[in-house]
């Protein structure tokens, strides 16, 4: 069984590193209720009902997936059990 919820970006925070071609980016997201999922065909009921609460941080270091990132975007998140 997987459970699929949807969270928003609400912070892209690049970071200087020791390194000039180096790249590192923390993304934080929160989940998404409300106005963030007006016009979306899904809802963010597999796992929450009403008010959903959660938050994510992830560090980024590669530029090609720190592109896929937009503060304000929601984006759909699946769990599933890796073993």
């Known amino acids: 069984m997987s459970v699929q919820a949807m969270f928003y970006v609400k912070e892209i925070n690049h970071r200087a590193t020791g390194q000039p071609d180096a790249v590192n980016v923390e993304v934080k997201m929160a989940a998404a209720f409300g106005s963030y999922l007006q016009g979306l065909p899904e809802s963010n009921g597999d796992w929450s009902k009403w008010t ?5 941080s992830m560090t980024i270091t590669n530029p090609s997936a720190i592109d896929q990132f937009e503060i304000g975007a929601v984006y759909s998140l699946t769990f ?3 073993s």
Do not use: I, Q, Y
């Not at 959903?52 to 994510?56: A, F, T, V, W």
């Open 52 to 56: 959903p609460s959660g938050e994510l």
């Open 80 to 82: 599933d059990k890796a």
